[in-house]
């Protein structure tokens, strides 16, 4: 590999940057330009791997501006062989501080698409030899208009009584069926999103629903019409048979405010959430499969 070049990219080469072709172009992806414009992306956090002039590398980290936590690898593709990509990843780690978060993004059913699966195995196995390790996956789901299935009548829904009645509800919940966005809460805000949704999403609970039956709660949902787009950002149940009219009753929410599509994120192993929006109408959007150090909390 005596004729690889591997640096941090330098201002004013963005254009060095896009000159890869971008691989998954059926991925939703800020550009680059636009997140250095935005101030997510630098020049400084970002690396290239040059080979006889010719980009085959690129690493791209992210913090958005105000951010407590450490940047994270957002964008990293390799059109060389997964060597080349654990050094690129190496020597950015040296100067970074250190091994660091990797959230790779791909396409929905991956694993069943050879086109993807070409493109992903050698920034993925770079990633390991790098030391990083594979923490998880998180598939999002879009609901895009389909018609919600009907009420049975067995549950009630209101908006909660006030915020006490939130805190002491997510309290009772040991595992939320659905989190959106608990990365970028994490990292940027500083928040745990399973267990203290309100100091991200904010005091505003006019959108989130409390599932009753016989007048005893049993479920929770809190969306947001008001982010940068509508989703589900947090549903729990103390009765997993609430589970298919609370997604269709937070759905109801959201389109009656306007939102035309409902963004949702949940667990890849958690088979009966994801079922259930498929019942209620979701289709698989992405994946995100993790990477983090291996002493990592991730």
Same mark, same amino acid.
């Given at each position: ?43 400084? !956090? ?99 208009? !389909? ?20 805190? $002491? ?10 989190? !959106? ?12 999103? $399973? ?104």
């Amino acid at each position: 590999m005596t004729d690889l070049v591997i640096r941090p990219l330098v201002a004013g080469e963005e254009k060095l940057f896009d000159s890869m072709p971008d691989p998954l172009p059926q991925l939703r992806q800020v550009g680059y330009a636009d997140g250095v414009a935005g101030g997510g992306y630098r020049p400084e !956090t970002t690396w290239v791997a040059l080979r006889a002039g010719r980009l085959v590398g690129r690493a791209a980290w992210l913090l958005p501006p105000g951010a407590v936590g450490a940047p994270w690898l957002d964008r990293f593709d390799l059109i060389a062989e997964p060597e080349v990509g654990a050094e690129l990843l190496r020597a950015a780690h040296e100067t970074l501080g250190g091994p660091g978060l990797y959230y790779a993004a791909l396409p929905a059913h991956w694993r069943r698409r050879p086109e993807v699966l070409a493109v992903v195995r050698a920034p993925m196995a770079a990633a390991r030899l790098a030391g990083l390790v594979e923490r998880g996956e998180r598939i999002r789901y879009s609901w895009t208009g !389909t018609p919600l299935p009907a009420s049975s009548g067995r549950y009630d829904f209101r908006p909660p009584v006030d915020v006490a009645e939130i805190n $002491a509800l997510v309290a009772r919940i040991a595992e939320p069926d659905v989190l !959106t966005g608990v990365e970028i809460a994490r990292v940027v805000g500083g928040v745990d999103l $399973a267990t203290d949704p309100l100091a991200w999403l904010g005091d505003n609970i006019e959108e989130w629903r409390v599932a009753l039956a016989a007048g005893d709660p049993v479920g929770l949902v809190g969306t947001a019409g008001q982010a940068c787009y509508p989703l589900l950002a947090y549903l729990g149940l103390l009765d997993e048979a609430a589970r298919p009219e609370l997604l269709a009753e937070a759905v109801r929410v959201l389109a009656a405010g306007g939102a035309r599509e409902v963004i949702a994120d949940v667990e890849s192993h958690r088979v009966a959430v994801l079922a259930e929006l498929e019942r209620t109408g979701f289709r698989q959007l992405r994946s995100r499969v993790a990477f983090a150090p291996p002493n990592s909390q991730e």
